[in-house]
């Protein structure tokens, strides 16, 4: 008996000790990301140590530094044992200049700068892995890859990985004010501490490069594009630079954006116009005055002309006017100018999706070489759903880099599970029909029109929140957004399974389930605020929550009801020959089809036509039932993903479970309130009834009209 009672007390100590062994040694709140290099199952980590028992690198510069430094945190956390650099490492970093490594004759010259090769070679007579690449940051790259690999179930033996970005410029948009406060931000506070920069560098500046450079990030513009000139003043420059110096081992060069009439409230001149040889002159000086305190700095970001902001339009000048003479001044440095077409005017009648294509296109081949024109994804504002927006395949003679939100300003903010992967690669995979098969993609990697400028940028969700972007799930955007910057093909199911398994575990029980929620994801929020192409229904000002009856804001292009157009007869924003005539915008096939309500995407059909409430969908229903139908199928979907999340409580640690339970439990709650406040204001207007067997509202329009969201994060006041 008391041999068993040893055994058993044994067992239980056994027990508990292996317990501990397994169990994270740091909380998991978050913050970690997808770089938490938690210990692999026993034997896969034995495996690792064998083979990458310590760690070499060849070259002493700060990007080498911080690629090795990366490698031994990365593979001492997946083996659990730590891993020194010695001169005989069985993971090697060397750029290809090594002359080890080019007498192995690997195929580098195909990779150009950015892309990496990490091979098992036999190097100076031992069986190493090699991470190479043609310069340190390739290098860099190599090693992100090689710890993806690892964490996604992948081993050391006989590997080989390579890939080079297809997009140039790959960039993070933050939209933070220099008061701390990030316009569209959910994640809480600016991660930028102006106030004690230059001085202090909060160890979260080196995390965020981190983490940028794990998934190719390479530019980051630090401040709003609603700009102050502040940000151009040389405190600020001295803060920029900080933050420059932090960053340039990660390959992430710092942008600004510029205001455009910072001549005259930093310069005291009388005008900003940039054909004026004094405004000129002054972004000259202004120019080789950041470039003194940051050599390598990437240049300037611009709205000009767009909801209150000053540029040459002001001054009866062309875009194409403004972006040259900020492009002369940066030229001699190798900066470019990255010159937004989000343009509309509150003075021009025009539908408003056709404004940006009507300003922009006439100015193909008026750019200097160094412009690139940005261009959100669609025509109208990062909807939880646009059609691409007409200007991509429209100037063939510009290089026009594509802008995502990764922040979710119209996808229910930090709460709402909502996978932008399929966003992204909804767009980039979308057919111009300018030539034949050609894609966005391929306008925004160069491929089609063959500009060497190209890029991508994303408005960042990152603030000051322990876990980065305010929920798990939104570190996903993140992440796909990087991921499909330095890739537009690689397909939003394969970069969430990578995410998953990286962000909890590596395993197909916790995997299969988690991508599964996320790709449906945003499909829901789709249908339960926008179904069918509907847009801009939100709530005003800070845009949360349904409010499609608005008809009274100063702007009319600012009122949802410009959008829908929902009256008696039927509903959508009529932008065939009837109509206002968007269509045309587009390429001629493609116009044809987009014509004729019959041959339009079911899910675009309210942005294209206004068709009646009794129109016959494929399905076979009414359009209205159909709307019934997806608001539904929207809601139901959140209440799956919750109860989903559920059955996942066991794999996942406590904290991050919870928090994700809890804003799944919100979601389903605001996914109703989207569904009924539409629904009791679509009756309102078509006078029908309900399908028997659906739901009715749980209130009536009164009571939904008058709900007020008050203090909603990142609202410009
Ligand atoms: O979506 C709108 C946002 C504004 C933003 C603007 C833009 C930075 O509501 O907050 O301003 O787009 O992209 O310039």
Redo the contacts with the bound molecule.
Sequence with gaps: MRALIRTMLTAMIVGVALVAATAPARAEDGYDLWLRYRPLAARDAADLARRAGSIERRGDTPTLRAAADEVRRGISGLSNRPVAQSVQGGIVLAPASDPAVAALHLPIAPLGDDGYLVRSVTLEGRSVTLITGKTDRAVLYGSFALLRHLQTGGSLDRITLTSTPRVKLRVLDH?DNLDGVV??GYAGQSLWDWWTLPDFHDPRYTDYARANASIGINGTVLN???AKADSLTAPYIAKAAALADVFRPYGIKVYLSARFSAPIELGGLKTADPLDPHVAAWWKAKTDEIYRAIPDFGGFLV?AN??GQPGPRDYHRSHADGANMLAAALAPHHGIVMWRA?VYAETDPEDRAKQAYTEFKPLDGTFASNVIVQVKNGAI??QPREPFHPLFGAMPKTPLMIEFQITK?YLGFATHLAYLGPLFAETLASETKQRPGETVAEIVDGAAEGHGLTGMAGVANIGRDRDWAGSTFNQANWYAFGRMAWDPTLGAAPVAREWAAMTFAPSPQVVDPVVAMMMGSREAVVDYMTPLGLAHVMATGH?YGPSPWVADLKRPEWNPVYYHRADTAGIGFDRTVTGSNGIAQYAPALAHLLADSATTPERALLWFHHVPWTYRMRSGRTLWAEMIDRYDAGVGYVAGMRRDWDTLRPSIDAERWAKTATFLTVQEREARWWRDASLAYWMSVNGLTLPTGTRPPAHDLAWYKAQRVANAPGN?Q
């Design positions: 939209w316009e569209r709003n594009v609603n709205k767009s909801e989000f504002d990062f300003e845009h410009p």
